[in-house]
């Protein structure tokens, strides 16, 4: 879903072509991977543990 949501973001950027979309991109992306991301990995290594630590250890967080 994040991917998602910053290629859309970055298509429109590019479509539009201003800085301030260029920056609307970034601090999406900063915002999803320093703030929203770890918040989400916290709550589920709370929910599932050791299978969620296992599972992130072979899963890539963005693809």
């Known amino acids: 879903m994040y991917v998602g949501v910053l290629v859309s973001l970055l298509g429109v950027a590019l479509w539009i ?3 301030p979309m260029y920056m609307a991109v970034l601090s999406t992306f900063l915002a999803f991977n320093f703030f929203h991301i770890p918040r989400e ?10 299978r ?7 899963a890539r967080r963005w693809l």
């Open 41 to 50: 990995e916290e709550v589920l290594r709370q929910s599932f543990g050791e």
């Open 17 to 19: 072509g201003t800085a």
């Open 52 to 58: 969620y630590l296992a599972y992130s250890k072979d």
